[in-house]
């Protein structure tokens, strides 16, 4: 774990030294693909999760659920 966080702690300090440009530019590579897929990745596990407990497919045939 330490020598993770000294990697991050380097990877922190070079995206502060840059410009502003340039940290932008490299945040947004970064991190709109990371916020894509966790979006995917929610998604993916709401509809997991709906389909389990989705009530409709409790009703009878007829619809009134009794």
């Known amino acids: 774990m330490?020598?993770?966080l000294?990697?991050?702690d380097g990877v922190e300090e070079w995206l502060t030294?840059?410009?502003f440009v340039p940290?932008?530019?490299v945040t947004l590579v970064v991190v709109v693909p990371l916020a894509v897929g966790a979006a995917v990745l929610?998604?993916?596990l709401v509809g997991a999760v709906t389909g389990l407990v989705d009530r409709?497919?409790?009703l009878d045939d007829d619809?009134?659920?009794?």
């Open 2 to 4: 330490s020598s993770f």
């Open 6 to 8: 000294d990697w991050w």
């Open 17 to 19: 030294g840059l410009s």
């Open 23 to 25: 940290q932008l530019l």
């Open 42 to 44: 929610l998604n993916l």
């Open 56 to 58: 409709r497919r409790f």
């Open 63 to 66: 619809g009134t659920g009794l």
